[in-house]
């Protein structure tokens, strides 16, 4: 159960007029105080320089107007944020703006925004979004990343505001960073390179690995950073129901839950020649048609050994004596058959896998792993988000990686409903009282171009809207002159051949409610799935093995598993509204 938590939101306490003059009040105020203070040496321009050289002396000295700019800002911060620094921190700051007090306010407020836990609302449809200065050629991965999950969509959102423990002082460091990335974006605002060069340094106090061993910045894999982000910052899981099936015994692991932040899906390779493939065929075989081999179960011989046969004895018998001592003669038989023969072993197998979506967050993993951090109603099930990896990149054996050339057409909306989990408590449609169909959106991307995903150059998208007309915004940071560009709906095959082409990170948001009436190419293409999920079905059986014989009876019941709505529901986030 997540501990009840309300995000660091709002005005500052220390702007806020006192109740009382008590001493414990003034106490608390000064320790909030000091508090905020030492957060404010999380950024990069409290960080100056306490001995500067000769020329820097020389510089100030010769600069007597700097120092009335400097004298100013500081003015400035004490009366309307309440907050004071050094001046040398202002005087950084100043730098950084090439002496424009407007552009250091604004930087200072962001500061403050940031310090206090304050999390801008999304941008307004005529904000002009800046984007992101690339540091040092490699940043990008970074870039792209937080412009996808932040630019136009709220649902992680709570990873930045919760309250992180006082005694994680790094963990602090990085949140505070982000909500100033993140703040500094939606104002359409420029993140300057010293800003996301600052955030790479605390992220590397976190132990993100981001520079080689000579010291250098280094590009990274996007996907695991996704990763690090949402572990740090405790993202809720996402349940998926897991049923395997065989020729061998039952067993409770046949029918199991697992969890996950992401959704993998591994492409076929297309051996150069460019071939396309849809997205919903690649989630059909990763859902459904994918066998698992050396699976260790038990196997009971004795279920096919034949059983000793004495009818034909049985009917000869005229004396009820006789009858008896026979029929005790032919048990002890078999019961001595049924000792050397009732055996089990435990062998390798190969099975079926299929896997089904719980469509709601989860606070607890397979590991008992409990999510106590955030607060309640942070991950509502309404506003899920099911991020996608495509695989595009094979290994071989010496550590070398290769991009698979294979295409994915991309779908702005993907019919789900055959792939969530058919005990889960389907929403019901108010207006037409009928069960609400699961669709998933595309709202944003990260794409890759190079050979390698900790090389080459990433790219971000967002789209506005869930229309199929909708406007997109590109982020490409080493566009110096148009690093977001906006691309109007009816030129959107331009983003849907760039995502087909080098789409790696696909953020889905699963839509529940109704369309009135149903979208005809939603229905078309549920048919389409259903025709070639009954097709797999039947190649397996037709292929399974006769030692295999229970293995239609375990599909005869996979819709009444042993995963009730009861059981389902006590997977769910309990601090999540359900919807």
Avoid at 105 to 112: A, G, H, N, P, S
Avoid at 492 to 511: C, H
Wanted: net charge negative; proline share 4%.
């Amino acid at each position: 159960m997540y501990d009840s938590l309300e995000p660091t939101i709002g005005i500052p306490p220390i702007l806020k007029p006192s109740l009382s003059s008590s001493d414990e009040e003034v106490s608390d105020k000064k320790k909030s105080h000091k508090k905020r203070l030492k957060i404010w040496r999380f950024f990069s321009h409290y960080h100056h320089k306490k001995h500067p050289n000769k020329d820097t002396k020389q510089a100030t000295c010769l600069l007597d107007e700097h120092i009335a700019k400097i004298t100013t800002l500081n003015e400035y911060a004490k009366e309307h944020l309440a907050v004071n620094l050094e001046e040398e921190a202002f005087q950084s700051l100043l730098e950084a703006n090439e002496w424009d007090m407007k552009k250091a306010i604004v930087d200072l407020e962001d500061y403050q925004e940031a310090a206090h836990g304050i999390l801008r609302p999304l941008p307004k449809s005529e904000t002009q979004l800046l984007g992101s200065e690339n540091d040092k050629n490699t940043s990008c991965y970074i870039d792209s990343l937080l412009f996808a999950m932040y630019a136009n969509m709220t649902t992680f959102d709570p990873l930045l505001t919760y309250d992180t423990t006082s005694d994680v002082v790094e963990k602090q460091k990085l949140q505070a960073l982000l909500r100033l990335f993140v703040n500094t974006l939606r104002k359409g605002h420029l993140v300057k390179g010293d800003s996301v060069q600052w955030l790479r340094k605390v992220l590397q106090d976190c132990a993100w690995h981001g520079q080689n061993k000579d010291g250098v910045w280094t590009q990274e894999d996007a996907s695991e950073f996704f990763m690090f982000l949402t572990e740090t910052f405790d993202l809720p899981f996402i349940p998926f129901q897991i049923r395997l099936f065989h020729g061998a015994n039952k067993d409770s692991d046949d029918d199991r839950v697992m969890t996950d932040r992401l959704l993998m899906l591994s492409l076929p390779d297309s051996d150069g020649r460019n071939k396309s493939v849809q997205l919903e065929s690649v989630l059909i075989n990763h859902f459904y048609n994918s066998m698992v081999t050396g699976v260790k179960r038990q196997i009971d011989y004795s279920a096919y050994a034949i059983s000793p046969q004495s009818t034909s004895n049985y009917l000869m018998d005229d004396v009820p004596e006789e009858k008896k001592l026979k029929e005790k003669i032919r048990k002890d038989k078999e019961r001595q058959n049924k000792e050397a023969k009732d055996h089990q072993e435990e062998v390798d197998v190969t099975a079926w896998q299929v896997l089904e979506l719980l469509p709601f967050y989860s606070a607890t993993n397979e590991q008992g792993t409990s999510i106590k951090t955030q607060a309640e109603n942070s991950f509502p099930d309404s506003n899920m988000i099911l991020p996608i990896v495509l695989k595009r990149y094979k290994y071989d054996k010496f550590g070398g990686c290769t991009k698979l050339h294979t295409q994915v057409e991309i779908p702005a909306t993907v019919p789900f409903n055959e792939f969530v989990n058919q005990n889960a408590d389907a929403p019901v449609c108010p207006t037409c009282n009928k069960q609400i169909e699961f669709v998933m959106r595309l709202r944003s991307a990260v794409c890759h171009i190079g050979s390698s995903p900790n090389s080459g150059h990433y790219i971000g998208f967002v789209r506005l809207g869930i229309e199929d007309e909708s406007d997109w915004l590109k982020l490409d940071d080493m566009d110096v002159n148009q690093r977001v560009r906006t691309i109007k709906g009816k030129n959107s095959a331009e983003v849907f051949r760039e995502l087909s082409k080098n789409s790696y990170i696909l953020f889905y948001e699963l839509d529940k409610t109704c369309g009135h009436p149903v979208d005809a190419s939603i229905a078309a293409h549920t048919r389409l799935r259903d025709e070639k999920k009954a097709l797999a079905e039947k190649e397996y059986f037709e292929q399974i093995s006769p030692i295999d014989g229970n293995a239609t009876n375990h599909h005869h019941h996979s819709h009444n598993s042993q995963y009730s709505n009861q059981k389902i529901k006590e997977q769910r986030n309990p601090a999540c509204n359900l919807m």
